[in-house]
């Protein structure tokens, strides 16, 4: 069995972050070889093995 951390957030303020920042944090947190992060206000799915 692989042996992954599935990392939820369901609270991270996302929408006070200006636009231009989010591609950063997604590319830090795929570095960080996160395998999922849902986030509730973009919704967002970060996969490292799609890129």
Do not use: K, N
Not at 36 to 44: D, N
Request: net charge negative.
């Amino acid at each position: 069995m692989p042996s992954e951390i599935i990392l939820g957030d369901a609270h991270t303020h996302l929408d006070q972050y200006p636009r231009a920042e989010m591609s950063e944090i997604l590319d830090r947190a795929r570095e960080s070889e996160v395998v999922f992060a849902g986030m509730c206000w973009y919704y967002l799915t970060i996969h490292p093995r799609l890129y």
